[in-house]
């Protein structure tokens, strides 16, 4: 093990405070600890049982890692637990609290949001949408995000959430791999002070979308857009459906919504999360993770596109009750003070965001933060990436608060290991130990488990209901990506290292995705889109460290022609157009040629190593023309 990897994980233990400690949360997670060690599956009884079913169970769990159901025999609807039963019982509570990038506002009550969700139900199903079908939600942070997700929900509609930043290619190939046959778009997102018209680039990819019969439109601007053929404004199918619709009894095991993750090949994956797996295990997530009462106003500062959005907003939010706080733009306009601004606003209590964010507090400085005091935050989680020791050191020192570092994949559903909020103490970078009802493993290659302090792949021992059930239209892809590799075993696909303190250390990819400020994208599909360039001869992206985002694609490229003058600025404005300005490459080098093996396979390793240390620094034994490196490295320093 490296000498950097050992000071890692030789962190100390940092106890909460004794007023950052919750007696309630101590003796529900002893409680929920005890009933694991029995056996998992007790545990998720615990949580099924906080929850409303439209009728019991059978049986609590059937079948291994590949092949799993949870619950069979029961029923159970996302949106009544999510949004009906509070409405019910506390219809005044705030549900979501909203704010434009331009300052503009929205408080909704349980109440009111039951009332909009159910409408918004009747009209989907009124323009023939019904349990099964695809609903797209192209948007930002809106309150119709939270509205479309849970009419879908309602009703027994799959909903897929595409991000507000993907481009007209990204768009038109997931509507349709999902063979969405709704989509619901806002005219436009507010981003850096001006509108980017997403409903113009959703209109380029329809002719694309064979499956889409109709679009409705949430009209963010007020602008009052034009509607075409096929066009339904969203105002208008809400206020035309008073009855509401009705509660669809599903099966836990159905699915309720796909994502699609990029992976190591150049086609998204469309991974499927179930009805009631994913409702259960997000409400335990959001639960645990935030120590979540009745008197928070907790601030999920991601994007609705990104999984976390809906596992601690949407979902596992709303299903624990709690006041959700929403804001659509960026996090440094108007201006660096806009973060600080909206917890003043709004009394947040609690935030959960990337480790770019506070990398980017971090870097606006002690005295704006000082200037800023926010006496009601008690606490900042962060997932997506992994998060530096000098960041969490900066937070817990300057906010004063705990920061809980939880780790998850879109895959697996939920974060599934962090320290319990106002119970368990801190490491700094950590993501603490394993959450009840999930088990993992670190072993070597041959799928050996590894000694603690020994770097290995993490991978997950048995089965959780959070837990990805299959990949859309692809089971047997679902099968080869995560469990050919470690057979038993779910893999990954990161490296980690368990500490002599029980606590798992999650070091990264161990393939070649990348995360961009918290966004997961594949390196492959960004080279697709490179390649694509009409002079770029051969492309290959690599990941490197960002001091703000985490992560940053870096493009090399080969070209046609006597000069590559001008196809850097051109390959960065056809990635930010095609995928999205979150894919858009850092740096784009055009070399003379790139490091390859005998079978002509680019060694990417080796030009991210020239790209870090102006050097190779691994195995080069397979290099076919050692003359390449020097080549890539003055194209480097060029």
Known sequence: ???????????????????????????????????????????????????????????????????????????????????DRWAETVPDRPAVVWEGEPGDSRTVTYAELADEVSRLGAGLTALGVGKGDVVAIYMPNLVEAFTAIHACNRIGAIYTVLFSGFGRDAVASRLASARATVVVVADAIYRRGKPVPLLDTLRSARPDAPTLQHTVVVDRTGNGVPLQDGETSYAALVADHPEGSELVALDPNEPAFLIFTSGTESRPKGVVHSVGGFLLGTWANAHWQTAITDEDVYWVAADVGWLTFPIQAVIGGLANGATIACYEGALDTPSSARFYEVCEKHGITKVLCAPTVLRMLRKFGDDLAHAHP??????????????????????????????????????????????????????????????????????????????????????????FPTL?????????????????????????????????????????????????????????????????????????????????????????????????????????????????????????????????????KIMRRLMREVLLYGEARSDTSALEDPSSLDTLASAVRA
């Not at 119970?423 to 603490?432: H, I, M, Y």
């Not at 995360?515 to 001869?537: D, F, K, Q, W, Y």
């Open 374 to 463: 926010l006496p009601r935050l008690s606490l900042v989680t962060v997932q997506g990436e992994p998060l530096d020791g000098e960041t969490f050191a900066w937070a817990t020192d300057t906010l004063g608060i705990p920061v809980v570092n939880a780790y998850g994949q879109t895959e697996t559903g939920s974060t599934w290991t962090y320290p319990v909020a106002g119970v368990d103490d801190l490491k700094a970078g950590s993501t603490g130990t394993t959450l009840p009802g999930h088990a993992c493993r670190v072993v070597d290659d041959d799928g050996r488990e590894v000694p603690d302090g020994t770097k290995g792949n993490l991978v997950m021992t048995r089965p």
């Open 1 to 83: 093990m490296d000498d950097s990897l050992t000071a890692l994980i030789a962190a100390p233990l940092i106890p909460l405070r004794p007023d950052q400690r919750s007696a309630r949360y101590a003796d529900e997670i002893a409680h929920a600890r005890a009933l694991h060690d029995a056996d998992p599956d007790d545990y998720w009884v615990w949580v099924a049982e906080q929850h409303r079913w439209m009728r019991r169970w059978d049986t609590v769990r059937t079948g291994e890692l590949g092949d799993f159901r949870y619950f069979d025999g029961g029923l159970i609807n996302v949106a009544d637990n999510c949004v």
């Open 468 to 600: 990805a059930r299959t990949v859309w239209d692809d089971h047997d892809r679902y099968l080869s990506t995560y469990f050919e590799r470690f057979p038993g075993c779910y893999a990954t696909n990161d490296e980690a290292v368990v500490d002599a303190d029980g606590h798992l250390w999650v070091l990264g990819r161990a393939d070649d995705v990348i995360n961009v400020a918290a966004h997961r994208l594949s390196t492959m599909e960004i080279e697709a889109v490179v390649g694509s360039h009409p002079r770029v001869v051969e492309a290959a992206v690599v990941g490197v460290p960002d001091a703000t985002k985490g992560t940053v694609p870096v493009a090399f490229v080969t070209v046609s022609g006597d000069s590559g003058d001008g196809v850097a600025d051109e390959v960065i404005r056809l990635v930010g157009d095609t995928i999205g300005g979150i894919a858009r490459p850092d740096r784009v080098i055009v070399t003379a040629a790139m490091p390859k093996t005998r079978t002509g």
